[in-house]
């Protein structure tokens, strides 16, 4: 399902706004419809990838990697290994947070100009729901509000066999002027 992001992005356009007049055409084969890009600017998953090595952290810790990037959207996998694990070789809670956390933050961040403005973390939840020991999780962030002043994306992790949901998270972001 497409969401018309005509209604949620300001009308007027502020200076770190996205100008929606590119179309994309969406990368999921079962879906041929035509969606309004919301990013700030046309990016690839090769420079979200390259951004990523560039600057290792805690996600390239856990093995965190881009996989889809689409008009309204961005994907990525982590693997359920020893590093991602807690005491009874479950998924970790937290894992799943950094994994959704990586996944908001970076989208959001797509959104606004980083000239002039930056996206900061202000709060996370996340449900988990299914118990995962082994292979990999995929997450997808979709925004349910790109505003001036505050950003919310939903982050959806599921298994990457069966798509069975692991965890559903929401993301609040701040937009904060770039210094």
Same mark, same amino acid.
């Given at each position: 399902?497409?969401?018309?992001?005509?209604?949620?992005? @300001?009308?007027?356009?502020?200076?770190? +706004? @996205?100008? @929606?007049?590119?179309?994309?055409?969406?990368?999921?084969?079962?879906?041929?419809?035509?969606?309004?890009?919301? +990013?700030?600017?046309?990016?690839?998953?090769?420079?979200?990838?390259?951004?990523? &090595?560039?600057?290792?952290?805690?996600?390239?810790?856990?093995?965190?990697?881009?996989?889809?990037?689409?008009?309204?959207?961005?994907?990525?996998?982590?693997?359920?290994?020893?590093?991602?694990?807690?005491?009874?070789?479950?998924?970790?809670?937290?894992?799943?947070?950094?994994?959704?956390?990586?996944?908001?933050? #970076?989208?959001?961040?797509?959104?606004?100009?980083?000239?002039?403005?930056?996206?900061?973390?202000?709060?996370?939840?996340?449900?988990?729901?299914?118990? #995962?020991?082994?292979?990999?999780?995929?997450? &997808?962030?979709?925004?349910?509000?790109?505003?001036?002043?505050?950003?919310? +994306?939903?982050?959806?992790?599921? &298994?990457?066999?069966?798509?069975?949901?692991?965890?559903?998270?929401?993301? &609040?972001?701040?937009?904060?002027?770039?210094?």
């Amino acid at each position: 399902m497409l969401i018309h992001y005509t209604r949620v992005l @300001p009308s007027a356009c502020h200076s770190f +706004w @996205p100008r @929606p007049a590119a179309r994309w055409h969406t990368s999921r084969p079962d879906d041929r419809r035509y969606a309004i890009m919301i +990013w700030f600017k046309p990016t690839t998953l090769d420079e979200l990838k390259e951004r990523m &090595t560039a600057r290792p952290g805690l996600s390239t810790h856990l093995g965190i990697e881009f996989t889809e990037l689409g008009p309204d959207f961005l994907s990525g996998r982590m693997p359920v290994d020893s590093r991602t694990h807690q005491p009874y070789g479950l998924l970790h809670g937290g894992a799943s947070c950094v994994l959704a956390e990586t996944l908001g933050s #970076v989208a959001g961040g797509l959104v606004v100009d980083r000239d002039a403005a930056r996206v900061v973390g202000l709060e996370i939840n996340a449900n988990h729901v299914k118990a #995962v020991s082994r292979g990999f999780v995929i997450g &997808t962030a979709r925004p349910l509000h790109v505003g001036k002043s505050t950003q919310v +994306w939903e982050i959806r992790i599921e &298994t990457e066999e069966a798509r069975a949901l692991v965890c559903i998270s929401r993301l &609040t972001l701040a937009v904060v002027r770039a210094k």
